[in-house]
T-cell receptor
Framework: NAGVTQTPKFQVLKTGQSMTLQCAQD?????MSWYRQDPGMGLRLIHY???????DQGEVPNGYNVSRSTTEDFPLRLLSAAPSQTSVYFC????????????FGEGSRLTVL | SQQGEEDPQALSIQEGENATMNCSYK?????LQWYRQNSGRGLVHLIL?????REKHSGRLRVTLDTSKKSSSLLITASRAADTASYFC??????????FGAGTTVTVRA
């Protein structure tokens, strides 16, 4: 099993550009989530999903969109990147729908110029 | 906003010593979890303790939970160089959102 796979690992964008961070898991987990990690601030929840077709907002959803068309994939879209979105993004999944153990990907480091 | 706050922010110990870090939180929870993050990597789950449990062990890890004080501690015994990492507590409630603190950076000196 590969676990949780995130692509790309690194990305540099210009302000206003759009992009999608990909996340895939092969553990048949119903719950998936996206966090961003900034220095000194820990991880903050952006969006989460409790199953295919179901998504909801986390703590910092503005500027990000998600969709969940399959159990395996949970892409995160930045429609118009801003410098404030420079961060490391982590995708995580869980076999439990409600606050169980999370399995994390290796992260995607995004820089917005 | 963050639910959990770790203390201290950073900790430096000698190999073989014990490391203790604390986590305080604000609202009621149904579980509290600890994660480790090595530099440049994703987080790895260490241990989960439920709100009706007071203490849990896993190998060299010991976690306590005091719901009356809204606090938890993580003890790593007989530390090794490989324990050098950041450690995060995360609190879970009945809202599908696991909330993380800012972490404690642990350095184990050889």
């Amino acid at each position: 099993n590969a676990g949780v796979t995130q692509t790309p690992k690194f990305q540099v964008l210009k302000t206003g550009q759009s992009m999608t961070l990909q996340c895939a898991q092969d553990m048949n987990h119903e719950y998936m989530s996206w966090y961003r990690q900034d220095p000194g601030m820990g991880l903050r929840l952006i969006h989460y999903s409790v199953g295919a077709g179901i998504t909801d907002q986390g703590e910092v959803p503005n500027g990000y969109n998600v969709s969940r068309s399959t159990t395996e994939d949970f892409p995160l879209r930045l429609l118009s990147a801003a410098p404030s979105q420079t961060s490391v993004y982590f995708c995580a999944s869980s076999w439990q729908q409600n606050t169980g153990e999370l399995f994390f990907g290796e992260g995607s480091r995004l820089t917005v110029l | 906003s963050q639910q959990g706050e770790e203390d201290p922010q950073a900790l430096s110990i000698q190999e073989g010593e014990n490391a203790t870090m604390n986590c305080s939180y604000k609202t009621s929870i149904n579980n509290l979890q600890w994660y480790r993050q090595n530099s440049g990597r994703g987080l790895v789950h260490l241990i989960l303790i439920r709100s009706n449990e007071r203490e849990k062990h896993s190998g060299r890890l010991r976690v306590t939970l005091d719901t009356s004080k809204k606090s938890s501690s993580l003890l790593i015994t007989a530390s090794r160089a490989a324990d050098t990492a950041s450690y995060f507590c995360a609190t879970g409630s009945n809202d599908y959102k696991l909330s993380f603190g800012a972490g404690t950076t642990v350095t184990v000196r050889a």
